[in-house]
């Protein structure tokens, strides 16, 4: 039970460092960017590759994953993106489905279409007791990062220039711009953020959900539960919602079967929605 | 002039519509051997034109059509398979079942945003997958529903190995429920509902009851993507959990798209170009195909769909006018 609950939380925090990019572009920007998962498929191929290929440290190979991801999102926001945003819903989903499907014919097409692995190294691997809970030593590790990350997001939203800064300029882009806001800037810079820590996710989630061509696919509708349920007041409610869905997903493939915890989750997001349009935690406007 | 005659104005037939009839029957007669891929394509159509109906006309953004289309599959399969093997029965079942899932899962949609919507649709697509796949005594689960053996069509015409009859049987189909649309789009109703898509609380001060017309609208279009689940599975004797899946969403998403949402012909035309060029591009190599559908798509929205469909309408109008002269 505790050992379930552990893993739960584990994969909840791993969804949020992935999903927490979506939370601000399509949350706080209102942006339906389908293709997020594309970038954390490529930080997650950047360290299957960099480990593979070159022997880097797995622990090296993050930075690197964030770096690239950013990178890559920082060059589409600035040439693709940054024309879609005030486009009607419906473009934006055709735009970014055709960016996923292009991610993933190009990643098949380089790369091959075989799940990939890669080798933790050893002293994150195996699974030990503590206080009579039996944890894995990698969701250990994954809990501690993710949750450092979580506290810095949150903190860099709250407190600093850069977030109030982005905060202002959702909120109301054209007065933003008449206070002397670059908004155009902060938004890529959010972006490119955004996109990193996909990547960074993504690297880090190899081991737990695998990564072959169709990562973005797969994984799409998990990203948009975290963001819709969790709603558009910033970044505690996408947290919450991703631990929930971790623990619900976990247990629910444990105590039922696969098919049906994934059918529990997709009811459940379904209900929520229903009732509330703009998520659990969304703050009344 | 009065409504009742702009009405019968905007319903009459032109010229390029019969001959797009004539054509698409007349391909009844070529040799054998392209029929499977224009079966394909007038299901695709037909498929199209069903989720024409709800995004084309009532403005509903979804991203989880095949549910419907899944759902008139395996009922027509099942139907097959433990009741009776008539085609015909086959249909109304997943007319029947299509359009009751459709008017359950309508209250969901009416209320929220594109985005809500999105999501909603696409969750009801995957929890009907998930049942799908969690009920192999059913649905033969991963395998697929096999040992469908569907009898003649209208105890007559048997389903040939070349598909003729295949895509006679579909061809029918979709152009009754062709005809039937184009009735319904053309009357008052279809106006209402062009009048919800452009702006909702316009119309409902204009006492248009605007939750009926879109329950209304979206059973129809489920009742239509149940057809086209049908076709599929009597034609092919086969169904799988593909029929449920994203990707077929998508496709026909993309399919509308291409040629055109808000028209009848938008579906039908988007079909024929998305199967032909399907065709050609993914016998090369799969990767190939979503590629350039991918790009595509991308280029499709930085440009603009209204200028783009503006740009290919215009130019079909030029030459047109250049053909009359």
Not at chain 1, 73 to 84: A, D, I, K, P, V
Not at chain 1, 89 to 108: E, K, N, P, R
Not at chain 1, 199 to 214: F, I, M, Q, R, S
Request: glycine share 12%.
């Amino acid at each position: 039970m505790a050992t379930i609950l552990f893993d739960g939380v584990a994969y909840g925090m791993l969804l949020f460092v992935l999903a927490c990019g979506l939370a601000v572009t399509l949350g706080l920007m209102n942006f339906v960017n389908l293709a997020h998962g594309a970038f954390a498929m490529a930080g997650g191929y950047v360290t299957v590759l960099l480990m593979d290929r070159a022997g880097w440290p797995f622990l090296a190979c993050l930075p690197m994953a964030f770096i690239v991801a950013a990178a890559i999102g920082l060059l589409l926001e600035r040439t693709l993106y940054r024309h879609m945003y005030r486009r009607a819903h419906l473009d934006q989903v055709l735009f970014s489905i055709g960016l996923v499907f292009m991610a993933v014919a190009i990643t098949d097409y380089l790369l091959g279409s075989s799940q990939r692995n890669i080798r933790l190294p050893d002293w994150l691997q195996g699974r030990r007791e503590i206080l009579g809970v039996n944890v894995g030593i990698y969701r250990s590790f994954l809990i501690v990062l993710c949750g450092a990350l979580a506290v810095g997001l949150q903190a860099g939203l709250m407190r600093t220039r850069f977030g109030s800064r982005l905060r202002a300029a959702v909120d109301d882009a054209r007065v933003a711009r008449g206070l002397g806001i670059p908004v155009g800037l902060v938004f890529a810079a959010t972006f490119a953020v955004g996109s990193g820590l996909a990547g960074l996710g993504g690297a880090l989630g190899v081991e737990l959900l695998g990564l072959d061509p169709y990562f973005p696919l797969k994984f799409m509708i998990y990203f948009l539960i975290v963001v819709t349920v969790g709603g558009t007041s910033g970044i505690m409610g996408p947290f919450l919602a991703s631990m929930l869905l971790g623990i619900a997903d976990v247990a629910g493939k444990y105590y039922l079967s696969t098919a049906l915890g994934g059918f529990v989750i997709y009811v459940v997001l379904i209900v929520v929605l229903v009732l509330r349009p703009h998520g659990l935690f969304a703050r009344v406007r | 002039m009065s409504a009742a005659q702009g009405l019968a104005r905007r319903a009459r037939w032109r010229a390029a519509e019969i001959v797009f009839w004539l054509l698409a029957f007349g391909a009844l007669l070529l040799p054998p051997g392209k029929h499977l891929l224009l079966n394909e394509v007038a299901i695709l159509a037909l498929f199209a034109l069903s989720l024409d109906l709800i995004l084309g006309y009532a403005g509903i953004i979804s991203l989880g059509h095949a549910a419907f289309f899944g759902t008139g599959a395996y009922a027509a399969g099942l139907l097959c398979k433990l009741v009776t093997p008539d085609p015909l029965a086959g249909l109304v079942a997943a007319i029947a079942a299509g359009a009751l899932v459709g008017l359950l899962t309508s209250f969901l949609v009416l209320r929220g945003s594109d985005l809500t919507r999105l999501m909603v649709t696409l969750g009801v697509a995957l929890v009907l997958h998930e049942t799908a796949n969690a009920l192999p005594q059913w649905t033969g689960g991963a395998d697929g529903l096999q040992g469908m053996a569907v009898g003649p069509l209208l105890g007559l015409f048997d389903f040939d190995l070349y598909g003729r009859t295949a895509y006679a049987y579909s061809l029918a189909t979709l152009f009754v429920l062709f005809l039937l649309a184009r009735q319904i789009v053309n009357a008052p109703f279809g106006l209402s509902l062009m009048a919800i898509r452009r702006n909702t609380l316009r119309a409902s001060a204009l006492g248009v009851p605007v939750n009926r017309r879109l329950i209304a609208v979206y059973t129809l279009s489920a009742a239509y993507a149940g057809a086209a689940g049908a076709l599929l599975a009597q034609t092919t004797a086969y169904v799988s959990l593909e029929v449920l899946e994203f990707q077929r969403s998508a496709d026909v998403l993309l399919a509308l798209i291409i040629g055109g949402a808000g028209w009848l012909y938008g579906g039908l035309a988007g079909a024929i170009v998305f199967k032909i060029l399907q065709d050609t591009l993914s016998s090369s190599a799969p990767q190939f195909w979503m590629f350039w559908m991918g790009l595509f798509l991308v280029v499709l929205a930085l440009v603009g769909r209204e200028r783009l469909s503006r740009g290919i309408g215009g130019t079909m109008r030029g030459l047109l006018a250049r053909a009359r002269r």
